[in-house]
């Protein structure tokens, strides 16, 4: 089995910076794009960040210039470091990643369990 873990998240002032990481462990043979998602109550899950494995980036328009996505391979672990922290940066940040299994030709989505930032003076 294949398993996300988040961490890093927490209660920080506005203009303050976190790191956010996702650590994937398992019977993993691949992982193609790895990506973070955020999402707050009443609202659909939107995607912040993705980092393929050719190593392009996507970043929505709301966090260009202030957020990073960056990956370790080796350690099957993507990371989001977050600048210039806003309070409607508030939210349920949520990583994801598509992942061959060994032994199988195809790859499947998986999500990790979420971590809360808050960002509030």
């Known amino acids: 089995q294949v398993q996300l873990v988040e961490s890093g998240g927490g209660l920080v002032q506005p203009g303050g910076s976190l790191r956010l990481s996702c650590a994937a462990s398992?019977?993993?043979?691949?992982?193609?794009?790895m990506d973070w998602y955020r999402q707050t109550p009443g609202k659909q899950r939107e995607l912040v960040a993705r980092?393929?494995?050719?190593?392009?980036?996507y970043y929505a328009d709301s966090v260009k210039g202030r957020f990073t996505i960056s990956r370790d391979n080796a350690k099957n672990t993507v990371y989001l470091q977050m600048n210039s922290l806003k309070p409607e940066d508030t939210a349920v940040y949520y990583c994801?990643?598509?992942?061959?299994?060994?032994?199988?030709?195809?790859?499947?989505?998986?999500w990790g369990q979420g971590t809360q930032v808050t960002v509030s003076s």
């Open positions: 994801n990643a598509q992942i061959q299994i060994r032994f199988r030709s195809d790859y499947a989505l998986h």
């Open positions: 398992g019977n993993i043979f691949s992982i193609n794009a």
């Open positions: 980092s393929s494995s050719g190593g392009n980036t």
